[in-house]
C-alpha cells in the first residue's frame, strides 16, 4: 500500500518534470482561474464595505411642533420601536437639549451666540433622531409611521441625511452591481475551469496509448489513475502558491491606492483578516479542479 | 488452463467495404497447463485475436473462452487484470509505454505486481541484460530499432516469471540468430513449468520445434496435432 502510493506518487512526479510545457500550460491556466476567483473574493469585500458606508448614513430625524408635547414624541418612538424592533437607534431630543448640544458645538463662535440671545426664546424644535439599519424597507416603515394622520399633526418637518430617493439608488446600484459582478463573476469562473479541464484533457490525451497499455498489462484502475490525480493536485497545488503570493503582494502595493478611493478600507488588512479563507479557497479551487479534472479524463480511457 | 468454445468473431462490416468479417469461426480448443502450443497460420488468419481474447481485451460473438475455468465473458474488471497480470504476453505491435524508458517499462511491469524495491532493482537490469539490451536501460522506446522494442517486449513478458507466456510473432523483427535466442528462452521457460503459446507464420521455428501445432485457416482450426509441421 505504501509502496504502491510512493511508487504512484513517483510516477507523477516524473511524468510532471518530462512535459514540462503541457505542466505550464495547466498551471497557468490554473492561476487565471484561482485569480478570478480570488478577485470575486475581494469585489465582495469591497462591495460589503460600500453598502455598510451609505447605511450608515442613513439616518432619519423627525422635527416636531413647537407645541407638541413630550408624551405624543415619546407615543411615536414607541410605535416605530413597535413596529421595527431592529433598528439602530430612536433618541428623543428635547428643546432644551437641541439648544444645549447647539451652544456647546458654537460656543467659540460669538456672533452665533449673540443671534440666539437676540431671538430670547429657545428656537430648536424637539426632534426624533432615527438610525435606521440602512435596509430600505426599514426606511419606508419609518416615514410610513411619519405621515400617518396620528403623528403628521405633530410633526413640522422631517429631514432625511440623504434624500430617499439617492438612497434608494444608491441601494439598487449597489445590489445590482453585486449581483451583476457575481453572474459575470461565475460565468468567468465556469469558462476558466473549462479551459483548464481542456489543457488537463490535452495532457491526458497525449497518454491515451499509454493508458490503454497500462490496463493490458494488468494494472489497477488506481495504479493508473492516481499519477495523473496527483499530477493534478500538484498543479493545483503550485498554482496556488502563485496565486497566493500575486494575492498578498497585489493587496499590499495596491493598498494606498485603493484607500485613496475608498477611505477606510484596506485591502491589505482584508487580505490579513481573511487569510485562512483565502487560503482554503485558492487551495480548494486549485487541487479541486485540477484533481477533479484528471479524474474525469483519465475515466474516458481506462475502458480497456 | 485455457480453453475455447466454439468460438465466433465476426468484426461489423465498415461503411466502406460491405459484409461483416467472420475473423474466428467455431474455434474450440483447449491448453493444459505447461504445454507448449504453436498456434500457426497465414498473416490475417486472426491469431492476434485469439492473442487478444485470451486477454479479455475482445469477447468472442458466439462461444465463450475460459481462463482457469473462469469465463471471461462474465469476469469482472478485476478478475480480468488479475488475468493479465499473471499472463506474460508479447505482443506483436509490442505495447511499449513510450513516455517510459526501457528500464522502467520493464520495471513497470514488476511495480504492477507489487514487487519490492530491492527485487525490482535486481531483477530489471537482469532481465535487460539476458535479452542485449543491458546498454539501453535510459532510452526511450522511440529510440530503439525494431528489433530492440521486440526484445524489449519479450523482456517485459518475461520478467515476472510468469506461468502463462502468450508469444504473438515474436519473432517477426528479429534476425534469425537473434529469432533462435528467443524460441530457445521460451523453452527453457517452459521446461520449467510454464504454459507457453506460440504465435507465428515462421515455418522452420515451428518445425524444428517439434511441439503441439494448431493451425489456423481462414479463421478455422484445420488440423491440431500433438508432435506437428507447419503445413499450410
Ligand atoms: N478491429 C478490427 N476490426 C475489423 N477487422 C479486424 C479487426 N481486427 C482484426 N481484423 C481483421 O481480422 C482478421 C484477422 O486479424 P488478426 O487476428 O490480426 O490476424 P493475424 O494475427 O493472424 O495476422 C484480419 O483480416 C483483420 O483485418
Ligand atoms: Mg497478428
Given amino acids: ?304 | 488452463m485455457i480453453k475455447f468454445e466454439k468460438v465466433t468473431k465476426i468484426y461489423p462490416a465498415h461503411f466502406s467495404n460491405g459484409s461483416p468479417t467472420a475473423v474466428l469461426q467455431d474455434v474450440s480448443f483447449e491448453i493444459k497447463e505447461g504445454e507448449f502450443v504453436s498456434i500457426v497460420g497465414k498473416s490475417g488468419a486472426g491469431k492476434t485475436t485469439l492473442t487478444r481474447m485470451i486477454l479479455g481485451l475482445e469477447d468472442p460473438t458466439h462461444g465463450d473462452v475460459f481462463f482457469k475455468n473462469k469465463n471471461l465473458r462474465t469476469a469482472d474488471s478485476f478478475e480480468i487484470q488479475n488475468i493479465r497480470r499473471s499472463i506474460g504476453c508479447i505482443y506483436q505491435d509490442y505495447k511499449l509505454l513510450p513516455a517510459k524508458t526501457v528500464y522502467e517499462n520493464v520495471a513497470y511491469i514488476m511495480e504492477v505486481e507489487g514487487k519490492g524495491y530491492g527485487k525490482i532493482e535486481k531483477e530489471v537490469p537482469r532481465v535487460l541484460e539476458l535479452i542485449g539490451l543491458e546498454d539501453k536501460m535510459e532510452n526511450f522506446p522511440k529510440e530503439l530499432s525494431g528489433g530492440e522494442q521486440q526484445r524489449l517486449a519479450i523482456a517485459r513478458a518475461l520478467v515476472n516469471n510468469p506461468k502463462v507466456i502468450i508469444a504473438d510473432e515474436p519473432t517477426g523483427n528479429l534476425d534469425p540468430y537473434n529469432s533462435y535466442e528467443v524460441i530457445y528462452m521460451l523453452e527453457k521457460i517452459n521446461k520449467a513449468g510454464a504454459t507457453v503459446i506460440l504465435l507465428t507464420h515462421d515455418r522452420e521455428i515451428v518445425n524444428k520445434l517439434g511441439k503441439r501445432v494448431v493451425t489456423l485457416v481462414g479463421g478455422r482450426i484445420i488440423r491440431d496435432e500433438a508432435e506437428g509441421k507447419f503445413m499450410l
Fill in chain 1, 1 to 304: 500500500m505504501v509502496t504502491n502510493f510512493s511508487r504512484i506518487f513517483k510516477f507523477a512526479v516524473n511524468d510532471f518534470s518530462r512535459n514540462k510545457g503541457i505542466s505550464l500550460a495547466a498551471i497557468f491556466v490554473l492561476v487565471v482561474t484561482i485569480m478570478l476567483v480570488t478577485w470575486l473574493f475581494f469585489f465582495h469585500g469591497i462591495s460589503k464595505f460600500l453598502i455598510s458606508q451609505v447605511q450608515d448614513r442613513i439616518d432619519i430625524t423627525a422635527y416636531f411642533k413647537d407645541d407638541a408635547q413630550e408624551q405624543d414624541i415619546l407615543g411615536v418612538k414607541e410605535e416605530i420601536l413597535k413596529l421595527s424592533p431592529d433598528i439602530k437607534a430612536v433618541e428623543y431630543v428635547s428643546k432644551e437639549r437641541a439648544m444645549l448640544a447647539f451652544n456647546e458645538k458654537h460656543k467659540d463662535n460669538a456672533v452665533l451666540a449673540k443671534a440666539l440671545e437676540e431671538v430670547g426664546t429657545n428656537p430648536f424644535l424637539p426632534s426624533l433622531n432615527i438610525t435606521t439599519n440602512g435596509d430600505p424597507v426599514q426606511f419606508a416603515e419609518v416615514s410610513n409611521v411619519l405621515q400617518t394622520a396620528n403623528f403628521s399633526k405633530f410633526i413640522d418637518k422631517v429631514d432625511f441625511s440623504q434624500k430617499k430617493d439617492t438612497i434608494e439608488k444608491v441601494f439598487s446600484i449597489t445590489s445590482n452591481i453585486n449581483t451583476f459582478g457575481l453572474i459575470l463573476g461565475i460565468i468567468l469562473v465556469i469558462l476558466a475551469i473549462l479551459v483548464v479541464f481542456n489543457t488537463i484533457k490535452l495532457a491526458v490525451d497525449s497518454s491515451k496509448d499509454e493508458i490503454s497499455t497500462m490496463r493490458i498489462v494488468g494494472a489497477t484502475d488506481w495504479f493508473i489513475r492516481g499519477p495523473f490525480i496527483i499530477q493534478g493536485a500538484i498543479y493545483g497545488f503550485i498554482a496556488f502558491v502563485i496565486c497566493f503570493l500575486i494575492s498578498a503582494v497585489s493587496a499590499y502595493f495596491l493598498s494606498p491606492k485603493i484607500s485613496a478611493v475608498l477611505p477606510g478600507f484596506n485591502t491589505f488588512d482584508y487580505f490579513l483578516s481573511n487569510i485562512w479563507i483565502l487560503v482554503l479557497i485558492q487551495l480548494a479551487f486549485g487541487a479541486g479542479v485540477g484533481i477533479i479534472s484528471s479524474f474525469i479524463v483519465v475515466r474516458k480511457y481506462l475502458d480497456v
